[in-house]
């Protein structure tokens, strides 16, 4: 999964409803691309490089998670599906919307349909006029020069003009993140770390990542559960018991919320799958003793994932340990979850399946998990 990324984007429209076809842009770049940040103001200048009708103008900031090449792709789909053509000839011509890549970070890409920083940034007024709305501060990674000193030493003198109606950013006010604690669940590769990650980053809020890889019994554990299966659980027990404590404990004053990967349930959810009885009695008075003792989350949400796409995800991320795991020991664990989940009275708990559903690569996706995790809320409210 790609970290985060701040790119602006050059917006322009000359055919039709000018207007109209920003914004709808924008919509589609928010459904399909990232977070918008900023949005400038719209600028009136005549065309560029051709006689035709004059354009509209704008830039905004756009968070994403998508690769250059990625965004690219989105951006050609986005004007296609809003009625632009390409023609064979690379002549300007007359067009219902046009988005361009001005910068994405400090990457600096040369390639033969890419160029990153655009290279029309410096000599373009109806760009530069716009993007110092947003981002006057940025630095060009290649010339070293500030938008704001780029725009001053512009050569274009076309005329420039403030247009008279705003762009809105497309926004949504979501309550979820008002929780304080909120713990992600799901099986074995439902994919609760990256959503947990994805919120992080979103929502500013503190992350706590199970570390599994820190335990030395699960590579055993997968090779022979006869043998390490209470070794396993203890460890795993005693570890999560101490970051939950830590973590939960320690307020930090930067972030919103706190949101988790796991819950420490889920130890006594494994041990149940895993452990023979007389083992399970002593490991559920234990678990018990700590139990008491912590933070419980606000809001639960459970990512219910089919077996076959489990299967295919942990086949997907590799770790050698767990590629021998078998469908009925998922099957287990959901059916081992799910109870767990009847059984709660005094948490919002929210399961939710995702079969089908690909959060990670597809941000439509995502932000319908993100709906439906809020509408629970509200309802919950």
């Given at each position: 999964?790609?970290?985060?990324?701040?790119v602006?984007?050059?917006?322009?429209s000359?055919?039709?409803?000018?207007?109209?076809?920003?914004?709808?842009?924008?919509?589609?770049?928010?459904?399909?691309?990232?977070?918008?940040?900023?949005?400038s103001?719209?600028?009136?200048?005549?065309?560029?490089?051709?006689?035709?009708?004059?354009?509209?103008?704008?830039?905004?900031?756009?968070?994403?998670?998508?690769?250059?090449?990625?965004?690219l792709?989105?951006?050609?789909?986005?004007?296609?599906?809003?009625?632009?053509?390409?023609?064979?000839?690379?002549?300007?011509?007359?067009?219902?919307i046009?988005?361009?890549?001005?910068?994405?970070?400090s990457?600096?890409?040369?390639?033969?349909?890419?160029?990153?920083?655009h290279?029309?940034?410096?000599?373009?007024?109806?760009?530069?006029?716009?993007?110092?709305?947003?981002?006057?501060?940025?630095?060009?990674?290649?010339?070293?020069r500030?938008?704001?000193?780029?725009?001053?030493?512009?050569d274009?003198?076309?005329?420039?003009?403030?247009?008279?109606?705003?762009?809105?950013?497309?926004?949504?006010?979501?309550?979820?993140?008002?929780c304080?604690?909120?713990?992600?669940?799901?099986?074995?590769?439902a994919?609760?770390?990256?959503?947990?990650?994805?919120?992080?980053?979103?929502?500013?809020?503190?992350?706590?990542?199970?570390?599994?890889?820190?335990n030395?019994?699960?590579?055993?554990?997968y090779e022979?559960?006869?043998?390490?299966?209470?070794?396993?659980?203890?460890?795993?027990?005693?570890?999560?018991?101490?970051?939950?404590?830590?973590?939960?404990?320690?307020?930090?004053?930067?972030?919103?919320?706190?949101?988790?990967?796991?819950?420490?349930?889920?130890?006594?959810?494994?041990?149940?799958?895993?452990?023979?009885?007389?083992?399970?009695?002593?490991?559920?008075k234990l678990?018990?003793?700590?139990?008491?003792?912590l933070?419980?989350?606000?809001?639960?949400?459970?990512?219910y994932?089919n077996?076959?796409?489990?299967?295919?995800?942990?086949?997907?991320?590799?770790?050698?340990?767990e590629?021998?795991i078998?469908?009925?020991?998922?099957?287990?664990?959901?059916?081992?979850y799910?109870?767990?989940?009847?059984?709660?009275?005094?948490?919002?708990v929210?399961?939710?399946?995702?079969?089908?559903?690909?959060?990670?690569?597809?941000?439509?996706?995502?932000l319908?998990?993100?709906?439906?995790?809020?509408?629970?809320?509200?309802?919950?409210?």
């Amino acid at each position: 999964m790609e970290n985060p990324k701040t790119v602006q984007l050059a917006l322009g429209s000359n055919l039709g409803d000018r207007m109209e076809n920003l914004q709808n842009a924008i919509q589609q770049i928010h459904e399909q691309v990232g977070w918008i940040t900023a949005v400038s103001k719209v600028y009136e200048t005549p065309a560029w490089g051709f006689e035709g009708a004059a354009f509209l103008n704008a830039c905004i900031e756009v968070e994403t998670r998508k690769t250059p090449w990625q965004l690219l792709v989105l951006l050609l789909e986005i004007e296609k599906e809003q009625g632009r053509k390409r023609t064979e000839n690379a002549s300007y011509q007359n067009r219902p919307i046009d988005i361009d890549i001005l910068f994405v970070d400090s990457e600096i890409i040369q390639e033969k349909d890419l160029q990153i920083p655009h290279p029309g940034i410096p000599g373009r007024r109806f760009v530069l006029q716009p993007l110092n709305d947003i981002a006057p501060s940025l630095q060009h990674p290649e010339l070293n020069r500030k938008v704001s000193e780029l725009l001053n030493f512009c050569d274009d003198a076309s005329e420039i003009t403030v247009f008279d109606e705003e762009l809105k950013i497309p926004s949504k006010k979501y309550i979820f993140n008002t929780c304080n604690y909120i713990a992600v669940e799901g099986n074995i590769g439902a994919g609760k770390t990256s959503f947990s990650t994805m919120v992080s980053e979103d929502f500013n809020a503190k992350l706590i990542l199970e570390r599994f890889k820190d335990n030395p019994f699960l590579p055993k554990f997968y090779e022979n559960q006869e043998r390490y299966a209470f070794p396993l659980e203890m460890s795993f027990l005693a570890d999560r018991y101490q970051q939950l404590s830590d973590d939960l404990a320690q307020y930090d004053l930067f972030k919103d919320f706190v949101i988790s990967d796991y819950d420490v349930f889920k130890s006594l959810i494994f041990a149940k799958i895993t452990l023979h009885e007389d083992e399970y009695l002593l490991y559920h008075k234990l678990f018990h003793l700590m139990y008491k003792e912590l933070v419980k989350p606000e809001l639960y949400i459970y990512l219910y994932q089919n077996t076959e796409r489990l299967l295919e995800n942990i086949k997907k991320r590799g770790r050698d340990y767990e590629q021998n795991i078998q469908p009925d020991y998922l099957i287990n664990i959901n059916k081992s979850y799910l109870n767990f989940i009847k059984s709660q009275r005094n948490m919002k708990v929210q399961v939710i399946d995702i079969s089908g559903l690909d959060f990670v690569n597809r941000r439509a996706d995502y932000l319908w998990l993100l709906d439906q995790i809020d509408d629970a809320v509200k309802k919950s409210v």
